[in-house]
């Protein structure tokens, strides 16, 4: 056997370009699709639908403890099982109209009563993020069966990132800017013309970019059938009991989400009523995503620069100023409101960005503890807690909405209700960064430790 077979059965790959970008656009079409849902149905449902904010907490709270069963099930069945196109791009293929469609299905206002509209919404809301688990943690596990290279994985979650800041520029001002244009406004009954149309010209982006994933991947790690029949459901519960790394990622995830998804619902409600012009959401949305495209190409750089810790905890420091600034400055000063947007931006875009190439760590902790490589379920188990992260986006505002007295049916909010969207825009997502540089504290795998699991994982493949 020659050194080049030998790397080959490692599965070292070195990857094109066009498959890198191909891989990327799988989580550009789920931000065109999901993340559009998650940033834009509070609002859809409290101004447009006509909703009470209360019920649409409760449904996002609700959706959650379903998603707290499937989500773990469908990671062990993917581990267990294969389709006939693959692992885990098979399934980006088998989904990707049916995730289109519930998604498009979120944005209509059926001619039902109060009673028969909020069953509609939940379930649409709960099919999708159903079907939703079923593309998301295969694709979340695809990028370990493209390859073992670590160097390589790196590059393909920075352009991973990349293209999820692409989208997240299209969804944060190209939705509400189209919305507009259409109807006139986004945050009345009468623009649900516009919020449908949008819905579906963002829905069939996604669609086509889910399948150029498809199409443009190539699984070469292939797991074994004889080590597939060694996973078992049980492997749910030991993964999260002795994979250590893993828990803590977990957590960090469900707490940057959660600020990412307050800190997003609230910003169109903040620019809306405590700005007083809605022409500016488009705008002020989109900032957090544009300094992600400038960053994120030097993150790998970086990273070897200031270590794992080091760029994470300067992050959080960066959006920590940021939230202040927020929460401080008033809101009749524009220009220094949109400058501390950008300042939260530059260091959040970094954590939210950084924290997935954290997976592939955890993954590779638990080969060598258990000898198992079972990505499907720790992807499984990173989603859970990244989808109720994007659900507290929901529930909290709805709740705290609810009880400042804000009211859909008034242009003009109360003292109260500005203030509870000001602290939902700045003040708890400053208190989660500062629990979040606590989670990242406890995070202790480094990277000498992984090279050395790495090689005796190679070692036992060649015995």
């Known amino acids: 056997m020659n050194a080049n077979t030998l790397k080959e059965e490692k599965g070292f790959y070195k990857l094109s370009w066009r498959e890198r970008i191909a891989f990327g656009s799988g989580d550009l079409a789920q931000n065109f699709i999901y993340q559009t849902v998650t940033t834009y149905l509070l609002i859809f449902y409290t101004n447009v639908y006509g909703l009470n904010p209360a019920i649409a907490a409760a449904m996002f709270l609700g959706v959650r403890i379903i998603d707290a069963i499937w989500d773990p099930i469908v990671g062990a069945l993917i581990d267990m099982h294969s389709t006939r196109f693959g692992k885990y791009r098979g399934w980006l293929l088998i989904m990707a109209l049916p995730l289109t469609v519930l998604m498009i299905a ?22 999708l993020s159903i079907i939703y688990t079923t593309v998301n943690v295969p694709y979340g596990a695809l990028n370990a069966a493209l390859t073992r290279d670590q160097h390589e994985i790196t590059i393909l979650t920075t352009t991973r990132m990349w293209l999820v800041n692409v989208a997240q520029v299209a969804i944060t001002y190209g939705f509400p800017t189209i919305v507009i244009a259409l109807s006139g406004t986004m945050k009345s009954p009468d623009a649900r013309g516009g919020w449908l149309i949008t819905s579906i010209i963002f829905g069939l982006v996604g669609l086509v970019a889910l399948l150029f994933s498809f199409a443009g991947t190539k699984e070469r790690v292939i797991i ?8 078992k459901f049980s492997d749910l519960f030991t993964e999260v ?6 828990r803590i990622i977990s957590f960090m995830f469900i707490t940057a989400f959660a600020i990412m998804a307050i800190s997003n619902s609230a910003g169109t409600y903040f620019v809306t009523y405590n700005l007083g012009s809605e022409n500016l959401v488009g705008a002020f949305m989109v900032i957090s995503a544009v300094p992600a495209l400038i960053i994120l190409p030097f993150m790998p750089a970086l990273r070897r620069k200031l270590g794992k810790k080091g ?3 300067l992050s959080l420091a960066i959006s920590f100023v940021g939230f202040a600034g927020l929460f401080i400055i008033p809101s009749n000063n524009v220009t220094f409101i949109f400058i501390f947007q950008f300042i939260r931006s530059i260091g959040f875009g970094v954590v939210g960005a950084f924290i997935w190439s954290l997976i592939p760590e955890a993954i590779t902790y638990g080969e060598w503890q258990s000898g198992k490589r079972i990505s ?11 989808k109720f992260g994007l659900a507290l986006g929901g529930f909290v505002p709805g709740i705290v909405l609810s009880l400042t007295g804000f009211n859909a049916d008034i242009s003009v909010q109360g003292d109260t209700a500005l203030f509870g969207i000001k602290l939902l825009l700045a003040a708890l997502p400053a208190i989660l960064v500062v629990v979040l540089a606590l989670i990242v504290w ?3 795998l480094t990277d000498e430790e992984l090279i050395e699991y790495g090689k005796e994982i190679e070692n036992r493949t060649i015995a």
């Open 442 to 444: 406890r995070y202790n």
């Open 224 to 231: 074994s059938k004889e080590a597939q029949s060694r996973v």
């Open 311 to 313: 760029l994470l905890y």
């Open 241 to 246: 009991i002795h994979n250590r790394p893993l």
């Open 376 to 386: 499907g379920i720790a992807n499984a188990l990173i989603g859970f807690f990244f």
């Open 106 to 127: 979120c944005f209509i206002v059926p001619d039902f009563g109060e009673t028969g509209k909020i069953i509609y919404a939940c379930v649409t809301y709960v099919l």
